[in-house]
């Protein structure tokens, strides 16, 4: 295959990604926010610290110039954490009259604003001609990185779904296309509030008929107010949704789980995000939905006992909150 592809951010997801896109045999520019690191990965060809046990091929570049890796390909991926998306989507402004598709792989929302990515992107590049689209599933990346089977969703047009699915839906991971880009978009960000909740379940001893019970119910949340924001509640229950939900809640590898299991341990929120140079996407979408809930006055009772938390709420408390609640029809929406 002779297709080129530009990733920017070099975290975990970027670098899983551009070794399956090289799998495929494309051509693949990573762009690297810090020098030292994009040198780094040029002579070693490894991450430091991130999936150590990748060796990225020839055909995985590096740069550090942000112009020379908008230039190297018409087909972008964009993964850096959601509050860094408005930063590199305004540095790629200038470029934008290169790039044909852009697929946002961030799952969060950004704070203050509450906008999904594509709608960052959207607004950085007013009136660019650039195609949108969203990868988002059941997707851990150390998985991915060591060549498990795994299934995602491509969210986008037709034609976008061909050409990038061609790049880096080959071998193990199998990408489904999707044309509910919002509804996509809110499963991914959403399912890392709900693996918060279970590993704060987990580490409490609440029992799996309460994680049960957070991924259920907190789905139905999620998937009310994905609606009210022009959804299809099908696609929340799909991969990216309750795919993503399972996985991530369940895997002992998860970011947000992982927090959610340090904050049921009594640590603050500032002390659990200085001890990982990780994004934990979770933090800042928690607040953002319990936001949007508020603004269409939907209730998101699990997202507002998680942020309660994150303000110094005890588990306890926020349990009894959770199930003193007036009784409601299950499939009430
Ligand atoms: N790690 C995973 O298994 C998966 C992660 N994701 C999503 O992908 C996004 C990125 O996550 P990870 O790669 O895991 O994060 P990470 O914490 O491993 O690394 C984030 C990377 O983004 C870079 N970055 C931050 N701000 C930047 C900027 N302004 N310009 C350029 N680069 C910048 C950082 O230098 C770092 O290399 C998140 O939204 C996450 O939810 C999605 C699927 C799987
Ligand atoms: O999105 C992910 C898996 O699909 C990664 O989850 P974490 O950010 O919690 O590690």
């Known amino acids: 295959m002779n297709e080129r592809l530009t990733i920017f ?12 896109a090289s799998r495929s045999m494309a051509q693949v520019m990573v762009y690297v926010r810090r020098r030292e690191l994009q040198q780094f990965l040029t002579t070693r060809r490894q991450h430091p610290d991130y999936l150590r046990h990748l060796t990225f091929s020839s ?40 790039a044909r598709y852009a697929v946002s792989a961030a799952k969060g929302l950004e704070v203050g604003t509450d906008r999904r990515m594509t709608e960052v992107l959207r607004e950085c590049w007013h009136g660019a001609k650039v195609e949108l689209g969203v990868l988002s599933g059941p997707n851990l990346a150390g998985e991915i990185s060591q060549g498990q089977p795994a299934a995602s969703v491509l969210a986008g047009s037709p034609a976008l779904f061909k050409s990038m699915a061609n790049i880096l839906g080959q071998g193990n991971l199998r990408l489904y296309g999707q044309r509910d880009i919002v509804g996509v978009e809110l499963g991914g960000a ?47 229950a799909g991969l990216s949704g309750l795919g993503d939900v399972v996985a991530t809640s369940n895997s002992p590898s998860s970011r947000n789980r992982w927090f959610g299991q340090e904050l049921a341990k009594g640590r603050s929120v500032d002390a659990i995000l200085g001890s990982t140079p990780m994004v934990v996407e979770g933090v800042p979408t928690a607040y953002a939905a319990r936001d949007l809930g508020q603004k269409f ?18 588990v306890k408390l926020a349990v009894e909150a959770l199930m003193s609640r007036q009784r409601v029809e299950e499939s009430d929406r």
């Open 9 to 20: 951010g070099s975290g975990n997801w970027g670098l899983a990604l551009a070794d399956q």
């Open 59 to 98: 055909q995985v570049s590096f740069t550090n110039d942000l112009e020379e890796a908008a230039r190297f390909s018409p087909y972008w991926v964009l993964a850096v954490p959601s509050q860094h998306m408005r930063d590199i989507g305004q540095r790629l402004e200038p470029w934008t009259p290169v």
């Open 190 to 236: 959403f399912k890392n509030i709900l693996a918060i909740a279970v590993g704060i379940a987990v580490e409490s001893g609440l029992g799996d008929n309460a994680q049960a019970a957070i991924m259920t119910r907190g789905l139905h949340e999620m998937g009310r107010l994905a609606v009210r924001m022009g959804a299809r509640w099908e696609t929340l």
């Open 297 to 314: 006055g939907l209730p998101v009772p699990i997202t507002t006992e998680v942020v309660e938390i994150f303000n110094g709420k005890s």
